[in-house]
Every structure is written in structure tokens, then in C-alpha cells.
């Protein structure tokens, strides 16, 4: 990468091509080859969304305008590729004749995604671990960090860009440094400042076969195309209509909501200035000023890589519907529920699926997809705390999923997959049951609902790689494949019916002899008893009620066994 962090042409992204092999390129060389590319090699989950929103996605929308409906949509699709005419427009989007120049990372006019000659109001700058949550900075102080405060953290031209993004997209919502220039700064800070836009939401991204297939399953139809007023961050200055908003390329800032779709992925949730020094290496970014920047009044209903919470009735001045976000611990398979609703709750409150997942159910339906298609979901998110101000967890997942189970209309293949997920949390349930029972038969007392390691969470990690090959098998199942989808649902119960029983058999080794004789338990005028076999029978009970196909298959064996 030149002197100037050129983005375009530097060795900023690293592909995996289909055949294996890897290679690094700038913006223009990743778009070009995008059909050759199975996918980014990024340095933590987190990291895909941002890269799609913050330049992939809006150079293409910007550069090629979107398409006007599902046939154009699917007529891009099906070429499997950019056109000549598409990359020539590419190129010219990206050349020195429009807005290659604005890609610069270290321009010292107009620094992409940075405020130009930025400074704080006490004259300090800091470490560049203030880009990077996994790397202790301030209060941010993860637990297994290779680094910690004192030491220097040297970023290439290339993963700093990365980082920066991230800030835009991820950042805490900590005291900012004060910047000159920004009226709104006191005491040399900036309180109140939320996360990144993309902290509030429970990201949800779509990926194809290839990263040109990715980037159009999150390109949304839009029969109007792009609003008159929306820019991206680096065409700011060419807006046709003045909203009365702060440039993102001042240190002023304001609360506002996004004039678009090109405006919402390039939001400037900070502002940034990188510092450089000369290293045996070559140029590397050492120092950063992170200042408050814009914030937007509420996510959009536009947004395209989030579900959604629907409120039949919101309070006053809330909409009715608001951004759902992962839960720690739970993988994505335990959220088909919200990935796969469909249509808005029909009745009272409920989980409504993305705007992408919604689009490509439709496609489908129209036959523009394949329902074999070999569709990926990536899930990701961030846990903060201390009021927002500190990372605590993050989330990532990713695992294929049926199109058909997407189709509005057809309901029978999602109502299997929802009924599958809801068998393994009965049983994860039950199996927490059955460890309660036996700490009361062994004289404690059941786990409080916050603490300990439950078995619930091994039993649920152990379905992980049953559910993924239950879902790429479901990929090839018709509506006139009713046998065979019994069977992936037999399967699925025998399987769940041994990671419970080997669970439960652990549970049942580790209780203490006395559990055997158990205890009993007033409360009020009523006793309870608690032993060892007592709760290993209520325990398989229930299994057999959750897993009425693997009971009926293991009676029916029984019987065939007794007649011979």
C-alpha cells in the first residue's frame, strides 16, 4: 500500500478464491474477482458486516444503482458476474476522475472515513488499541488480552482501515475525547454517546456461493431506486439538498436520521483521526483520536441486516417495530424462530424476520433461486456493559439454511425446522429439570437461574453439527418429499434422544449415594419427594413426550423384537 493508504489498489483485503488459494487486493481487485471469491478472510466475525456496509455494498449501489425489481435482480444473479459494461463503471467509480482520491487512508485533505487535521482539546492522542475491542484500552480490559495498556500496538495501513470501520460500526458507547472545534464538547469529552449503529442490532447477513453472489443477496429491490439526497460518507459533499446536517469531514457532529440506504451503511458514528510513524516494516498506524460523532434518532425500517421485535402496541413515540438482538451462549440455529418468521405477528407481539431473508423467500417463490441454492446465514453481535461503555462478549455464528423454509406460503418445511429447535429446548429444559431433581435428592438446592454451568448448554453445543446436516439435507427436500422429511425428523429425534441420554447418565453418575434414598421436601401443607430414580423416570417421561417419533419407533421395535 502507497504512501497514502490507497484502499483501492493496496493490499487491504485478503480473499480465499473457490479453488483454496488466497490472495490479497485492494477494492477494485476484490469487486472484479468477486465471482472467483468464496469468501474474505477478516480477522473476527464481526468484521463481514462491516465491510459489506461500510464499502463493498454502497461502491456497487452507488456505482451500478440498484435494481428496479426481482427479474432485474435475478437477471444479475443468474450472470454469476459483473458485466464489462458493470466493471467499467466500477472502474470509473473508483478511478482518479470521481472518488478514487477519497479512498485514501492517509490524504492529508480528506482522509477516508477520518476528520482531516483533528485534534483533541487537551492535545493528546491514543494508542491505537482504541480501534481494536479485543485489545486493552481505558476500561475495555478483556480478560485474555495478549496486550495490555502500556504496550504499542502497530497496525498496517491495511488492518487499520479495517479497525476504523469497525469503530463506525461497533464502537462503545465510553466518553469520547473532546475535538476542537465541537461546541458540544465539555471538559474536554463528550458524554452520551451510544454504540455504533450496528452494537444496537442483532446482525443478520445473507452469503451466497461466492462473494459476487453475497453481495447480491444483500442488495434489496428497490423500485424506486436510491433517494435523490442519499450520498455515501466519501460524497458527502456532492448532496443535492442541504438537510441542515454536520459534514462527517468536521469535527462537528449531529443527531440525525439517515437521508438513505447509502447513507445508513456509511454512517459516521465517530470521528477519527489516524497517526503514523515509519517503522523497519514501513508505515504503520500507532496513534488514534476517537471523538464523538453522528447519531442517528432510530434504526430505519430500511435496514436491511436485522430481525425485528413487532409491538402490536408501542408506547408513545416508539415504532412498532425495533431491532432484536442475539442472545449470548444460544447458536444460531436456536433463532430460527426469528429467522424464520415470515409475516408480522398476526395477533399481540412477536419476532419478524430481516427485509434480505423476506427478499430471498420471495425470489424464490418467483424461481429466481434454486430451492438446492447453497444459502449461508452469518449472525453476529456484540454484548456490552457497564453502561455500554466496555465489550463483554461477542457474538458469531453462521449455518446453511433451506430456501424453501423461507417461502411465505409454504409453511410445512419451516413449521419441521421450528418444531426440531423447539424439541432440543424442551429437552435442554428437561435436562435441567432432571440435574435440580437430583441436587434436591442429594439434600442441596437447584441451581439459581443466573449461576453455575448447566447441562443444558453441553447437551445444546452437542446438537450443533446434527442440526447443520439436518439443515443441508433439508436443501433438497420438495413439497411431494413428505416421507423423506419424516425421516430427517426421526433421525433428528434419535439423535437428540442419545445426547440427552448420555447427558443424563453423566448426571446420574456424578449425584452421591445419598441421592439414591433422597429427601423430602415440605412446602406449605404439601410434600414433595426427591430421589435419584424418581427423577431419572420423570426425566425420560418427558423425553418420551417430546420425542414421540424415536418413542414410537423404539416401541415398535420392541414388539417385532417380541414377536420373533
Known amino acids: 500500500m502507497d504512501v497514502n493508504g490507497d484502499l483501492v489498489h493496496g493490499a487491504m483485503l485478503t480473499a480465499v478464491d473457490v479453488d483454496g488459494s488466497t490472495r490479497q487486493g485492494g477494492l477494485l481487485s476484490t469487486l472484479s474477482g468477486a465471482h472467483r471469491i468464496r469468501r474474505?478472510?477478516?480477522?473476527?466475525?464481526?468484521?463481514?458486516?462491516?465491510?459489506?456496509?461500510?464499502?463493498?455494498?454502497?461502491?456497487?449501489?452507488?456505482?451500478?444503482?440498484?435494481?428496479?425489481?426481482?427479474?432485474?435482480?435475478?437477471?444479475?444473479?443468474?450472470?454469476?458476474?459483473?458485466s464489462e459494461e458493470e466493471l467499467t463503471r466500477l472502474r470509473e467509480y473508483l478511478g482518479p476522475g470521481r472518488y478514487g482520491n477519497r479512498f485514501r487512508l492517509f490524504d492529508a485533505e480528506r482522509p477516508f472515513a477520518q476528520v482531516a487535521e483533528l485534534r483533541a482539546l487537551n492535545g493528546e492522542t491514543k494508542s491505537a488499541a482504541q480501534l481494536v475491542p479485543s485489545v486493552a484500552?481505558?476500561?475495555n480490559v478483556p480478560l485474555f488480552s495478549a496486550l495490555c495498556e502500556g504496550d504499542e500496538l502497530l497496525l498496517t495501513p491495511g488492518d487499520a482501515a479495517l479497525w476504523l470501520l469497525h469503530v463506525h460500526c461497533?464502537?462503545?458507547?465510553?466518553?469520547k475525547t473532546g475535538a476542537e472545534g465541537d461546541p458540544q464538547a465539555k471538559n474536554g469529552k463528550t458524554t452520551g454517546n451510544p454504540t455504533g449503529p450496528l452494537g444496537q442490532l442483532g446482525v443478520v447477513v445473507p452469503t451466497g456461493a461466492t462473494l459476487y453472489e453475497t453481495l447480491l443477496l444483500n442488495t434489496p429491490v428497490r423500485p424506486d431506486g436510491l433517494k435523490a439526497a442519499d450520498r455515501p460518507q466519501w460524497a458527502w459533499d456532492e448532496r443535492?439538498?442541504?438537510?441542515?446536517?454536520?459534514p462527517p469531514a468536521a469535527p462537528t457532529w449531529s443527531e440525525r436520521p439517515a437521508s438513505g440506504l447509502l447513507d445508513l451503511l456509511t454512517f459516521q458514528a465517530r470521528r477519527v483521526r489516524l497517526f503514523t510513524c515509519e517503522t523497519e516494516q514501513g508505515v504503520r498506524v500507532n496513534r488514534v483520536i476517537?471523538?464523538?460523532?453522528?447519531?442517528?434518532?432510530?434504526?430505519?425500517?430500511?435496514?436491511?441486516?436485522?430481525?425485528?421485535?413487532?409491538?402490536?402496541?408501542?408506547?408513545k413515540d416508539q415504532p412498532h417495530r425495533r431491532p432484536r438482538r442475539h442472545t449470548s451462549g444460544r447458536a444460531a440455529w436456536q433463532?430460527?424462530?426469528?429467522?424464520?418468521?415470515?409475516?408480522?405477528?398476526e395477533q399481540g407481539d412477536g419476532p419478524y424476520t430481516s427485509l434480505l431473508l423476506r427478499q430471498i423467500g420471495d425470489l424464490q417463490a418467483d424461481q429466481v433461486l434454486s430451492r438446492r441454492y447453497p444459502l449461508g446465514i452469518e449472525t453476529s453481535g456484540l454484548e456490552y456493559g457497564t453502561q455500554s461503555a466496555v465489550v463483554e462478549n461477542a457474538i458469531g455464528d453462521d449455518l446453511p439454511l433451506p430456501v424453501n423454509a423461507l417461502l411465505a406460503q409454504d409453511r410445512w418445511l419451516r413449521e419441521a425446522l421450528l418444531e426440531c429447535v423447539e424439541q432440543a429446548d424442551r429437552v435442554a429444559r428437561a435436562l435441567d429439570g432432571l440435574n435440580n431433581d437430583l441436587r434436591r435428592a442429594a439434600g442441596g438446592d437447584p441451581l439459581p437461574r443466573d449461576k453455575g454451568s448447566r447441562p443444558s448448554a453441553q447437551f445444546l453445543h452437542s446438537l450443533d453439527r446434527t442440526m447443520r446436516r439436518l439443515l443441508v439435507g433439508l436443501r433438497t427436500v420438495g413439497d411431494d418429499d413428505g416421507d423423506l422429511l419424516e425421516r430427517a425428523q426421526l433421525a433428528w429425534e434419535?439423535?437428540?434422544?442419545i445426547a440427552a441420554n448420555r447427558e443424563a447418565g453423566l448426571l446420574l453418575a456424578a449425584a452421591p449415594p445419598r441421592a439414591v434414598v433422597g429427601r423430602t421436601v415440605k412446602n406449605g401443607d404439601k410434600e414433595f419427594v426427591y430421589r435419584s430414580g424418581k427423577a431419572i423416570g420423570v426425566f425420560r417421561a418427558k423425553l418420551a413426550e417430546i420425542l414421540e417419533r424415536a418413542a414410537q419407533e423404539r416401541r415398535t421395535a420392541t414388539k417385532e423384537a417380541a414377536a420373533v
Request: aromatic share 6%.
Open 137 to 139: 484500552s481505558g476500561n
Open 290 to 315: 476517537v471523538s464523538a460523532g453522528d447519531r442517528l434518532t432510530r434504526t430505519p425500517q430500511e435496514e436491511p441486516h436485522t430481525a425485528w421485535q413487532h409491538t402490536a402496541k408501542p408506547k
Open 240 to 246: 443535492p439538498v442541504d438537510l441542515g446536517c454536520k
Open 40 to 82: 474474505l478472510e477478516l480477522p473476527v466475525h464481526t468484521m463481514l458486516p462491516v465491510v459489506l456496509r461500510q464499502l463493498l455494498l454502497p461502491v456497487v449501489f452507488d456505482a451500478l444503482g440498484m435494481p428496479r425489481s426481482r427479474q432485474e435482480w435475478g437477471e444479475r444473479f443468474r450472470r454469476g458476474e459483473f
Open 335 to 345: 433463532g430460527l424462530s426469528t429467522l424464520l418468521a415470515m409475516t408480522l405477528p
Open 170 to 175: 461497533w464502537d462503545t458507547a465510553s466518553i
Open 494 to 497: 434419535q439423535s437428540v434422544q
